[in-house]
């Protein structure tokens, strides 16, 4: 039984950091993808991040730069560091897994997913 358990959220003014991390177990697909979604009150549940097996990584336009995903597979966790962080930021978090190799950041490639943590960003 695949389980993921993310931690981290909290409040943080505009330009500060915060970084998420996302226990992972159960999830012994060798061909994998995992990732990071983020959805504020009334908006679609959007990508954020992902990282495939081989660390080749892909980000939202909107976070590029400033965000970035990792993994260590030693500790079976998933990070996203987040920097220079803007009030639009504001969402709950989610990390999310997949069952294969994923070609984007749509939530369609992706089957196991954690409850979330809230990231709140003030101006």
């Known amino acids: 039984q695949v389980q993921l358990s993310e931690s981290g959220g909290g409040s943080v003014q505009a330009g500060g950091s915060l970084r998420l991390s996302c226990g992972v177990s159960g999830y012994t697909y060798t061909t994998y993808c995992m990732g990071w979604f983020r959805q504020a009150p009334g908006k679609e549940r959007e990508g954020v991040a992902q990282i495939n097996f081989d660390d080749n990584t892909k980000y939202a336009d909107s976070v590029s730069g400033r965000f970035t995903i990792s993994q260590d597979n030693v500790k079976n966790t998933l990070y996203l560091q987040m920097n220079s962080l803007k009030p639009e930021d504001t969402a709950m978090y989610f990390c999310?897994?997949?069952?294969?190799?994923?070609?984007?950041?749509?939530?369609?490639?992706?089957?196991?997913w954690g409850q979330g943590t809230q990231v709140t960003v003030s101006s």
């Open positions: 999310a897994a997949a069952r294969r190799y994923c070609g984007g950041l749509s939530p369609d490639y992706f089957y196991y």
